[in-house]
Nanobody, 124 residues
């Protein structure tokens, strides 16, 4: 019953910023661990960030730490990924995913629910 819809992707120049949204319907997102993932053609899917359902704990891939921030807005039942100082290597389809649980692990990828993804392109 949980449905996730990503938005906010687009074309941005290197050094620019984008804010991705993951809007949920059908259930409260705060019951779930939420992860952001990305995948470029020819590359494996990688975990970018995740946020726990308990305590708001967050984790980030080393490649984005210090540049990306994950957050929750419970009133809007939405999770965000603020991406700053974007680099061309950040170009990928970004997807959010949800899994019933308490704490997130950046290496975990077996989420039960996935959005369709939103394209992020970083280019001059």
């Amino acid at each position: 019953q949980l449905q996730l819809v990503e938005s906010g992707g687009g074309l941005v120049q290197p050094g620019g910023s984008l804010r991705l949204s993951c809007a949920a319907s059908g259930s409260r997102l705060d019951y779930y661990v939420i992860g952001w993932f990305r995948q470029a053609p020819g590359k494996e899917r990688e975990g970018v960030s995740c946020i726990s359902s308990v305590g708001g704990r967050t984790n980030y891939a080393d490649s984005v730490k210090g540049r990306f921030t994950i957050s929750r807005d419970n009133a809007k039942n939405t999770v965000y990924l603020q991406m700053n100082s974007l680099k061309p290597e950040d170009t990928a389809v970004y997807s959010c995913a949800a899994d019933f649980g308490a704490f997130c692990n950046i290496a975990y990828m077996e989420y039960d629910y996935w959005g369709q993804g939103t394209q992020v392109t970083v280019s001059s």
